[in-house]
């Protein structure tokens, strides 16, 4: 009973003595970090773990008024100042990289490349080439996107402990960077971009920033960023941005263009070369679009900075799924808030390369025939004839056609048709279908006959009956009826052929149309024709009236 007595008056004294430290130490400060109190936790094992060398325990209890250290009770808070806590060394790790990129590793005189899961320590420098993108991520959980063309240098890089803070200081030499950082309490935890032109420091925020030959951007997605230059400071908000001239102060702090209004596909794309387009942003001088494997943006597949129309085409992708989007570029190179939408692309196998006939084409034969450039991604084809553009109305279908022709399977009445024709590869995967690519079966052109010649002074003249407008003739004439060497072979526009000073003697004529899509018909019949001898009927006294020219 007396050792009981001397104990609870040793934990009295020792409390009153607690509660006057506590009643001299600061309430919870910003810079205090939480740890939430798991069970069988106590301060012991829990100093050890966080607190760096020379921090005792019994501060810790102190500044939590801790009352029993034996009994940290299950889901409690424990505050830790941030400048209590262990600091070591951290790295960065490379989440996800697309195309050529090069490290500098300290003490190494050649660089690496660098590959996902790869692990950078402070005093690496990356370089990335012109198409290519990777992103890294950081202690605390922050992710850096690096665009192409760029180059970072990881300047100082430390973890507090295993609480998931860090403090992070980057200097980025050229190119442009998106940077998502984590948030972090406390003044000693903190993510610094420096260019240089500017100094951007944030403690939780999606920025970007850009640096070029003579100024640097900086340009605030989400949260604040304090940028920094030549001796002054200014605070960027929400959805501004800022430039900074090399040796210069921050300018004016303005507002990012806003997101534009995409105009997102609703069905898969099927082209190559898809035109994608949105209204154009009043301030714009260019658009940058850019393209990922997934919303999270960790590469980028397409990153493009457009003209000053309001609209891109996109590239040839493979089959799948990804993420867009597009966002304005001001006169002082700020860009602006992103507009994103998905993508689903389905351009593969793609179609052949038609070639007749042609979209408004014509096809004079009963059974016409369809003719393609065989594709290198196709094992087979799927061809279908239809009445209608939609078609709904199949007159024919092959769906595994080999080969680079097909004649239609039967007879066409005069009209108009549509057809198409998709690749499929050895999988089996049946490609996009080329257009609607309509044609009419029309009747060939006839076969033009050669009528009676007629004279007029020292001029003969042939002609034959008038096709549809627009049509020409082809015209021969020749001393043999194989018209092996023809002494006129001439094209006109008109159905009548002009002869000066024709020669005597016996002639075959024969003409042909062609129609007004190149399309060549059948000869017409050839028709002989016996010119007599002009100076041979003057000199026997016939007149030139008399002169008779017999068509045989």
């Not at 301060?43 to 921090?55: A, D, R, V």
């Not at 066409?412 to 499929?424: E, H, K, N, V």
């Amino acid at each position: 009973m007396q050792i009981t007595r001397r104990w609870h008056s040793h934990f009295l004294r020792c409390v009153a003595a607690a509660t006057l430290v506590l009643l001299a130490l600061p309430a919870a400060r910003a810079g205090d970090w939480f740890y939430s109190v798991r069970p069988h936790d106590n301060i012991w094992t829990l100093s050890g773990h966080y607190l760096k060398p020379g921090i005792s325990w019994q501060k810790l209890q102190a500044y939590n008024k801790i009352a029993d250290p034996h009994h940290l009770p299950p889901g409690s808070r424990l505050r830790i100042p941030v400048a209590w806590l262990r600091v070591q060394p951290a790295k960065a790790t490379v989440a996800a990289v697309n195309g050529d990129a090069k490290a500098w590793l300290p003490g190494q005189p050649t660089a690496v490349a660098v590959t996902a899961g790869m692990q950078l320590g402070y005093g690496a420098r990356i370089d990335t080439g012109a198409h290519a993108s990777l992103t890294l991520e950081f202690a605390d959980g922050s992710h850096v996107l690096m665009q192409g063309d760029s180059e970072l240098q990881l300047d100082r890089m430390s973890a507090y402990g295993n609480t998931g803070m860090a403090d992070t200081h980057l200097r980025l030499q050229r190119g442009r960077i998106f940077n998502a950082v984590t948030p972090m309490p406390g003044n000693d935890a903190h993510f610094t971009v420096q260019t240089p032109s500017a100094i951007s420091s944030v403690r939780g925020t999606h920025f970007r920033v850009a640096a070029g030959a003579s100024q640097s951007q900086t340009e605030v997605l989400k949260g604040r960023v304090d940028v920094g230059g030549s001796h002054r400071h200014v605070q960027v908000n929400h959805g501004s941005g800022v430039a900074v001239a090399n040796g210069k102060r921050p300018g004016r702090v303005q507002r990012l263009l806003p997101a534009p209004a995409l105009d997102c596909p609703a069905q898969a794309i099927t082209r190559i070369g898809y035109a994608l387009g949105w209204p154009a942003l009043s301030g714009a001088r260019h658009y940058r679009l850019q393209i990922a494997p997934d919303n999270r943006f960790e590469t980028l597949l397409l990153n493009r900075v457009t003209g000053t129309l309001p609209h891109a085409s996109l590239p040839d992708l493979p089959n799948g799924h990804y993420a867009l989007r597009v966002r304005g570029i001001d006169a002082d190179g700020l860009e602006g808030l992103d507009a994103t939408c998905p993508v689903h692309a389905a351009m593969h196998p793609q179609p052949p390369l038609v070639q007749a006939p042609q979209a408004n084409g014509k096809a004079r034969h009963p059974r016409p025939d369809f003719r393609w450039s065989e594709s290198s991604e196709a094992a087979s084809y799927s061809w279908q004839l239809a009445s209608d553009a939609q078609f709904t109305h199949l007159l024919a279908e092959r769906p595994h056609l080999t080969g680079d022709h097909l004649r239609a399977p039967q007879a066409l009445p005069l009209g108009r048709y549509y057809w198409r024709i998709a690749s499929r590869d050895s999988h089996g995967q049946l490609g996009p279908y080329t257009d609607a690519l309509p044609f009419d079966r029309v009747a060939p052109p006839p076969a033009p006959s050669v009528g009676a010649p007629t004279r007029s002074g020292n001029e003969l003249t042939l002609g034959w009956p008038a096709g549809s407008p627009g049509q020409r003739y082809h015209v021969q004439m020749a001393r043999s009826s194989t018209f092996a060497k023809p002494k006129i072979d001439q094209t006109l526009d008109q159905p009548r052929l002009h002869i000066h000073k024709p020669a005597s003697g016996t002639w075959y004529v024969r003409v042909q149309t062609i129609d007004t899509d190149g399309y060549v018909g059948d000869w017409g019949p050839a028709q002989k024709i016996r010119l007599p001898c002009m100076p041979c009927r003057i000199a026997a006294g016939v007149g030139g009236g008399a002169l008779l020219w017999l068509l045989l």
